[in-house]
């Protein structure tokens, strides 16, 4: 089966780090995606893995294992604006075909703080 | 810049009537998908294409029905709208590595 697990909610200060853990099990892993989300928005794109390692983008960092099914998204420097829920979401190739179809969690609402 | 764009924002509609929800990317993308996404259970997938007029059931396919007869134009269709259908719906288009939303059409059937 598939499954994605992230924590509910999270709370932050202006100008710490935080890193918001992913774990997922499925049966055909070709990519991990995390998106941003504020409310009343729709999810907007942050980082993509398919490789072991970390991928630096600006403030926000993603890491993944796929030995472990484990990923964490990493935001420094925080702002008031990164206040939003974070998406995880794992591509999976169940079933063949070349298609891009994403499996979601639930997400982690995160709330940064003065 | 990516685009992808959604007929409506907000939509009121009677149980019973028929609802046509509208999607265009102007990315060339061959996927296209159509998500809902309520509280508590996140973002879940409905319908997805993976070329002009071929389409696979996603996870919550019941009630809906989709067409794709243009590339960049993937429309989520409710024949009879029912009261459980009230979300809020999320196209999305994409390639291999990258997946970009639409602003969402937040649906209530009364």
């Known amino acids: 089966g598939q499954n994605i697990d992230q924590p509910t909610e999270m709370t932050a200060t202006e100008g710490a780090i935080v890193q918001i853990n992913c774990t997922y099990q499925?049966?055909?892993?070709?990519?991990l995606f995390w998106y941003q989300q504020h409310a009343g928005e729709a999810p907007t794109f942050l980082s993509y893995?398919?490789?072991?390692g970390l991928e630096e983008k600006g403030r926000f960092s993603s890491f993944l294992s796929r030995s472990k099914g484990y990923s964490y998204l990493l935001l420094k420097e925080l702002q008031m604006k990164d206040s939003a829920s974070y998406l995880c979401?794992?591509?999976?190739?169940?079933?063949?075909?070349?298609?891009?179809?994403?499996?979601f969690g639930t997400g982690t609402l995160l709330a940064v703080q003065p | 810049d990516v685009k992808v764009t959604q007929s409506s924002r907000y939509l009121v509609k009677r149980t019973g009537e028929k609802v046509f929800l509208e999607c265009v990317q102007d990315?060339?993308?061959?996927?296209m998908f159509w998500y809902r996404q309520d509280p508590g259970l996140g973002l879940r997938l409905i319908y997805f294409?993976?070329?002009?007029?071929?389409?696979e059931k996603g996870d919550i396919p019941e009630g809906y029905s989709v067409s794709r007869e243009k590339k960049e134009r993937f429309s989520l269709i409710l024949e009879s709208a029912s009261t459980n259908q009230t979300s809020m719906y999320l196209c999305?288009?994409?390639?291999?590595?990258?997946?970009?939303f639409g602003p969402g059409t937040r649906l209530t059937v009364t």
């Open positions: 294409s993976y070329d002009v007029k071929m389409k």
């Open positions: 893995n398919v490789l072991d």
């Open positions: 979401a794992v591509r999976d190739l169940r079933g063949g075909g070349a298609t891009n179809k994403l499996i």
């Open positions: 990315m060339d993308h061959e996927n």
């Open positions: 499925t049966s055909g892993f070709n990519g």
């Open positions: 999305a288009s994409g390639s291999r590595y990258e997946q970009y």
